[in-house]
């Protein structure tokens, strides 16, 4: 007889594992929808607007620049939008040696957050897309010609690319490329459902009547490409993925930055859950309501409880030893340890646990293929199944623990 606390594991090992295998069908069902890389000329170049909002970028916004000019994109047919949101550093002499350039028009305002550079670029946008850059991202040259031929179906709103890390050098950036590279398989398969959920600041492109029609960005608990892709969703907008158009973002270096932002983007996911409540479970709002939001959260939880799971054994573990040193004494043993495979488990929650893992390594390998085309097994794929389990914990327990306490996140 299983006791409570094994049928609860049970069910998230099997449900996270339903929902991988869940995920791989769908893919090899719509895989037939994924067209070869094509950069031959769209139907139509439509007039586009990229802002570039800013703040102490001065290392990497002249990158970020040079990228954009660097596209495969008729000069007429594009501007860049360079808004300095009262940077303290010198990342506005940084930018103003591309003052002379025809498409760039350097803007400078007050310090309100990223959304409000945003919001002043839209406002002064005149163009059929608008589209957002990271100021510490690279574009690829024919990133935005892959994303504009998505936009020949007129039902498309938004299209969101691939997003992979820049120059990955330490344990935690290789750890982030696996995720990120996973990533990719998933906002592919969630776009096959019409459940994409997050248009992300490195190089999301949208159609202008999307603000026209829906407003502009919100503070939306400082994940504002979180807020707006949901808004979107619940208006009907359609929102693709163009996995052939590549941006590299610069990804945290260290523990504690990593930590950081993603504190940040966890507690923006669940805040904006419950603002935007009324979605799940909704058969009117699709795949998005009765499967991935819900799975997105269960996921969450899940990591929750076995973090307090693990907590529980720890303390019981330590009070099992307290209790014994002060009945018998401290005694300590010289045996060696021998290998044996009776010890070895095989019990079911052990099988499960490594068909997840198999299945894991599986998605990472397709988000390769989807990216690289060299889905072959590599070292960030070890720093992710070693490193990521021991740190996201943190960062999704305090999220939460922040959210029920209705403690604020910051940028800085």
Known sequence: MFGFEEIITHILLF???????????????????????????????????????????????AGTIMSLLSLNYPKDKLSIFIIDDGSTDGTLSAVRQFNDN??????????GGKYTALNFGIARASSELIGCLDADSFVDANALKRIVRRFENPKTMAVVPTIKIHEPKSAIQLMQKA??????????????????????????????????TLGPYKHAHNTEDLEIALRMQSNGLA??????????????????????????WSQGFFENALDYRFLFFNRSYGNLSSFVLPIAIISLLSVIYFVIQTLFHIFSIISNKITEVSAVGLTITTNTLTPNWFFISTGSMTILGIMLVCFTITLILIGKWLSEKRPTFSRDMIYFIVFYGLLSPIWITKAAYNTLLSRKTSWR
């Open 179 to 212: 995720e990120y590279t996973l990533s990719v398989f998933i906002r592919k398969t969630f776009s096959f459902l019409g459940s994409v959920y997050i248009t992300p600041g490195p190089f999301s492109i949208f159609r202008k009547s999307v603000f026209d």
């Open 15 to 61: 449900t996270s594992l339903y929902t991988e295998v869940f995920l791989l069908v769908t893919f090899f069902e719509g895989k037939k929808h994924i067209l070869k890389i094509d950069d031959s000329d769209p139907a139509r170049y439509l007039t586009t607007t990229i802002i570039v909002p800013c703040f102490n970028e001065e290392k990497t916004v």
């Open 102 to 111: 025809p498409s760039i028009k350097i803007f400078s305002k007050e310090n």
């Open 239 to 264: 929102i693709d993925n163009a996995h052939d158009a590549y941006v590299h973002t610069v990804a945290p270096r260290t523990v504690y930055t990593l930590l950081k932002q993603r504190f940040r």
